[in-house]
């Protein structure tokens, strides 16, 4: 059993390249969310999609969109990539139901914009 | 936005010492769980906690929420090298919102 899968695990890029981070989870999960990692600073919500076809900004969505392509798979796209967007990104996984349920976390995807 | 902090922002200690580890907002939270993140994984749920001075005890680790649901801490007793880690306290900030707040988190580093 996979859980959340995420591709591609390390990536470098330049200011102003653009690129779409996957995520997929055979969990039969209803929501899955983005996070992004800095040091010192936590997990920080990007976006979150509580079903198929729907999405809602998070904490820090400011440069990324995301797509709900299926209940399955979450994208994570960076149209013009900064210096600032450097960081590990993490897709999750819950299911939904009657009060707080457990996040299932992906490996991670190591982002470094140069 | 209701942030949690959380204290101390690392900590070192020596096997078999005991320590416990805090996680603190100035806002009401719903419910409050804890993850611990190893190097190059994702975090991996420890334990949720929804009752006001609710204490939960996972083998060696003690986990308790705040009377007022503002705070947490966890605490270790014996501690291992396996117990190295990231730890994270998150907070729903209100019921069946699954936008959770994460902490800054604690590492944590147990030399043998």
């Not at chain 1, 890029?13 to 936590?42: E, F, I, V």
């Not at chain 2, 083998?59 to 801490?73: E, I, N, P, V, Y």
């Not at chain 2, 990231?86 to 729903?92: D, I, M, S, T, V």
Request: aromatic residues 10%; proline residues 5%; neutral net charge.
């Amino acid at each position: 059993n996979a859980g959340v899968t995420q591709t591609p695990k390390f990536q470098v890029l330049k200011t102003g390249q653009s690129m779409t981070l996957q995520c997929a989870q055979d969990m039969n999960h209803n929501s899955m969310y983005w996070y992004r990692q800095d040091p010192g600073m936590g997990l920080r919500l990007i976006y979150y999609s509580a079903s198929e076809g729907t999405t809602d900004k998070g904490e820090v969505p400011n440069g990324y969109n995301v797509s709900r392509l299926n209940k399955r798979e979450f994208s994570l796209r960076l149209e013009s990539a900064a210096p600032s967007q450097t960081s590990v990104y993490f897709c999750a996984s819950s299911e939904m139901g009657q009060g707080i349920q457990p996040q299932h976390f992906g490996d991670g995807t190591r982002l470094s914009i140069l | 936005t209701q942030l949690l902090e959380q204290s101390p922002q690392f900590l070192s200690i020596q096997e078999g010492e005991n320590l416990t580890v805090y996680c603190n907002s100035s806002s009401v939270f719903s419910s409050l769980q804890w993850y611990r993140q190893e190097p190059g994984e994702g975090p991996v749920l420890l334990v949720t906690v929804v009752t006001g001075g609710e204490v939960k005890k996972l083998k060696r680790l003690t986990f308790q929420f705040g009377d007022a649901r503002k705070d947490s801490s966890l605490h270790i007793t014996a501690a291992q090298p396996g117990d190295t880690g990231l730890y994270l306290c998150a907070g729903e900030p209100n019921f069946g919102n699954e936008k959770l707040t994460f902490g800054t988190g604690t590492r944590l580093t147990i030399i043998p």
